[in-house]
């Protein structure tokens, strides 16, 4: 039997959802939410504005650089403290998503993702990739 695998597609299926994910965020924050509905929805948590208005930046930018593999393993790098922020809100209600303010486990999940993109890199169809960090990253794993 005959096996046909790439990690190239794979780590490519891993990127776009990641960035799919960050991005609708991002425009559920502007559109839905709206600014001043996720300013106030993070002053409630105890953050600062300018907290809302970097995540929604982040989210919105950061999920569209994935998406499109634009420095991709740079990107999910910088989107962890982002994700690892969202765990913290969501750690107090619980395990379950689908509980009253969301769980953490989907958030938890998003961490692990952005690893594994910040590891694997772009995988398929990348625009561009960043040579100091991507050559950085799998020598780390080397050691």
Do not use: C
């Not at 776009?16 to 001043?36: D, M």
């Not at 740079?74 to 969301?102: K, T, Y």
């Amino acid at each position: 039997m005959t096996q046909l695998t790439n990690p190239n597609y794979g780590a490519f299926i891993t990127r776009v959802s990641l960035g799919g994910i960050l991005l609708a965020h991002g425009l559920l924050k502007l559109l839905v939410f709206t600014i001043p509905g996720t300013v106030g929805y993070f002053e409630s948590l105890g953050l600062p504005a300018i907290a809302a208005y970097l995540t929604i930046f982040a989210e919105i930018v950061g999920g569209t650089a994935i998406i499109l593999g634009l420095y991709t393993r740079l990107a999910a790098l910088l989107s962890l403290p982002l994700l690892i922020g969202s765990v913290w809100a969501h750690a107090g209600n619980g395990w379950l998503f689908s509980a009253p303010n969301g769980g953490w486990e989907f958030p938890v999940l998003l961490v692990l993702l952005a690893v594994a993109v910040a590891l694997q890199g772009a995988g398929a169809f990348a625009l561009r990739k960043l040579p100091v960090i991507d050559e950085y990253i799998p020598q780390l794993l080397k050691a």
